[in-house]
């Protein structure tokens, strides 16, 4: 979410601009609508920082308390995403792509919260995948 401060004045336990600009806070139900404030891992700017992606992946996990199925140590993954895993690195990266593709596409269609849970992991192992896969063709 981004504030302009001049138009909308955010107090209630929070001090916008405390550590910097841009304030990075985090939300989830242990910090509850206080939120968190961001703590910057490296040496570099925040917007630098943040705009790694593999430093943005693990401060959405850390602060968001999430854990992510790891294609490569097979971590924070459950039965049936390793089942998914196994079965796909054995398909071409093109297969893979479509694949990826097509989860894309349905991510917005009408369907059970399971369902789409269950699509958020296939995708996000697809999206490692096919990384990987680029990564090697290099």
Not at 96 to 124: C, D, F, T, Y
């Amino acid at each position: 979410m981004d504030v302009n401060l001049s138009e909308e004045q955010i107090r209630d336990g929070h001090n916008p601009g405390s550590g910097g600009w841009p304030t990075i806070r985090y939300f989830n139900k242990k910090t509850g609508i206080e939120g968190g404030t961001y703590v910057k891992k490296t040496d570099k700017s925040m917007c630098d920082e943040l705009g790694d992606e593999e430093i943005m992946g693990d401060y959405v996990n850390e602060y968001g308390d999430t854990s992510l199925c790891s294609l490569m140590s097979r971590e924070g993954c459950d039965d049936r995403e390793i089942v998914y895993i196994e079965k796909m690195i054995l398909k071409s990266n093109d297969d893979n792509a479509s694949q990826l593709n097509r989860l894309v596409k349905m991510e917005g269609s009408s369907m059970k919260p399971e369902l789409l849970a269950w699509l958020k992991k296939r995708k996000a192992i697809l999206k490692q995948i096919v990384a990987r896969s680029s990564n090697d063709e290099l």
